[in-house]
């Protein structure tokens, strides 16, 4: 075996040692979000101002919804800013249809697509008690690309605001037909001017692969050329 094949099975296993060392896990996909930066942030977080009603608010129960675009991937898990507001820390959460579809703006909530199961309880503290709660999905199906959806908070529980994300969200007086209209129309009505905070995520991307076994093939390569090197060379 000359000497430059075997520098480079050498520095070939080296390359390999070195991206087992900073191989990073697979990260979710994510398909919509809204949150502030890491740690996710929201308005009214710490605070007693009052965020989106969701179920029973002053002798009426109300369903609110807030849209996204699929991009191609599955839906895997959706993540909510949810306080306690009720003493209630468990909500219903589920993935709708857009009636219409596709289109520049989205129409309104249709079909239940997907239901998911909560991670978990809605925080109770701070007070009022408000955090991202995460709720899996069911049968987690495929999320079109450029077609909208909603996803619809239905139980006793309280949707804190996103920072600064405006327009359309709808909200249904149930039994009543679902409605919407532009957050910035209810500002200082009891509803919100922006959106709830919220996330969408698609499944992980590929996974990278076992640092252990990237470190494995770089020192049986190292060890190869050991193993064929001449003694006097």
């Known amino acids: 075996m000359n000497t430059a094949f075997r520098k480079a099975i050498c520095l070939g296993g080296l390359a390999v040692m070195l991206a087992a060392l900073s191989a990073a896990p697979a990260m979710a996909q994510i398909i919509y979000n809204n949150f502030g930066s890491a740690p996710p942030t929201f308005q009214d977080q710490t605070s007693i101002a009052p965020p989106w009603p969701v179920g029973l608010t002053?002798?009426?129960?109300y369903d609110v919804a807030f849209p996204f675009q699929g991009t191609?991937?599955?839906?895997h898990d959706a993540i909510l800013a949810l306080g306690d507001?009720?003493?209630?820390?468990?909500a219903t959460v589920y993935l709708a249809s857009d009636t219409v579809g596709t289109g520049l703006l989205p129409v309104l909530?249709?079909?239940?697509?997907?239901?998911?199961t909560e991670v978990g309880l809605i925080?109770?503290?701070p007070t009022?008690?408000?955090?991202?709660?995460t709720f899996n999905c069911h049968s987690c199906p495929v999320l079109t690309s450029g077609t909208w959806y909603?996803?619809?908070?239905?139980?006793?529980?309280?949707?804190?605001?996103?920072?600064?994300d405006t327009g359309l969200f709808a909200y249904s007086a149930e039994p009543g037909p679902w409605v919407t209209a532009q957050t910035t129309d209810f500002s200082g009505t009891g509803f919100k001017a922006t959106r709830?905070?919220?996330e969408i995520d698609g499944p992980a991307g590929m996974p990278e692969p076992s640092p252990m076994l990237l470190l494995s093939i770089g020192l049986i390569s190292v060890m190869g050329f050991a193993a064929v090197r001449p003694a006097n060379n």
């Open 72 to 75: 191609g991937v599955s839906f």
């Open 85 to 90: 507001t009720t003493n209630v820390t468990t």
């Open 123 to 125: 925080p109770t503290v």
């Open 196 to 198: 709830g905070a919220y």
């Open 150 to 164: 909603w996803i619809v908070a239905v139980d006793d529980t309280g949707w804190y605001e996103s920072n600064s």
């Open 128 to 133: 009022p008690g408000a955090g991202p709660v």
């Open 58 to 61: 002053g002798g009426t129960s």
């Open 109 to 116: 909530p249709g079909t239940q697509v997907d239901t998911t």
